[in-house]
């Protein structure tokens, strides 16, 4: 089974602070992502990865960066903390793209932040 | 542009009744298709995708490619069918490794 782990379920922080989520997967993909999910939004993608140290834009990236120096860990950092942060944060992986149908993606539990 | 729209943010039904989850989808050429399920305090994972044509815990799900569509049905819905679902599509033109979700329809199956 491939394992996605995010490093907590529950943070919380202060206006300003800068944040760090992490995410390790174990199955040696090649792309890694970071998705904020939010009631009547979906699944918003801040940024992905396709390699180490490789990264790209996603729908929302602004206030968020991200680092990739392993192949199997990829953090999600929030510079300075803004209430308007507060959501669920999901990392998910997936295969390289030989196949499209095997483009699966495969998730993490998913890390609550609350910025206060 | 690439889109996926899930029309119903929620869908109630009764159990044993027959159940749809509509999908709607925006794109140039031929994407893959997925749903994907978040059930109560677990994680979100693939539920079934187009390519295979397979039934999932009695779902289905056909690709309309008329109509842009990608209903996920089940014809007798069961109280453990509650979740929040997703549709999904891939393709090249969202950049291949991309994957770009639906809002999300809630499904809430009364005993």
């Known amino acids: 089974d491939v394992k996605v782990t995010q490093s907590s379920r529950y943070l919380v922080k202060r206006t300003g602070e800068k944040v760090f989520l992490e995410c390790v997967q174990d199955m040696d993909h090649e792309n890694m992502f970071w998705y904020r999910q939010d009631p009547g939004l979906g699944l918003r993608l801040i940024y992905f990865s396709y390699d180490v140290k490789m990264k790209e834009k996603g729908d929302i990236p602004e206030g968020y960066s991200v680092s990739r120096e392993k192949k199997e860990r990829f953090s999600l950092i929030l510079e300075s903390a803004s209430t308007n942060q507060t959501s669920m944060y999901l990392c998910a992986s997936s295969p390289g793209l030989a196949v499209l149908a095997k483009n699966i993606q495969y998730f993490g539990a998913g890390t609550r932040l609350s910025v206060l | 542009a690439q889109r996926v729209t899930q029309p119903e943010k929620l869908l109630s039904v009764f159990k044993g009744a027959p159940v749809e989850l509509k999908c709607n989808y925006s794109?140039?050429?031929?994407?893959?298709l997925f749903w994907y399920v978040q059930y109560s305090r677990q994680r979100l994972q693939l539920l079934l995708r187009?390519?295979s044509r397979e039934s999932i815990k009695g779902f289905t799900a056909d690709l309309n490619k008329g109509e842009t569509s990608f209903h996920l049905k089940k014809p007798f819905a069961q109280e453990e069918d509650s979740a929040m679902y997703y549709c999904a599509l891939s393709g090249l033109n969202t950049g291949g490794f991309k994957t770009i979700f639906g809002a999300g329809t809630r499904l809430f199956v009364k005993a």
């Open positions: 794109y140039s050429g031929s994407p893959e």
């Open positions: 187009h390519i």
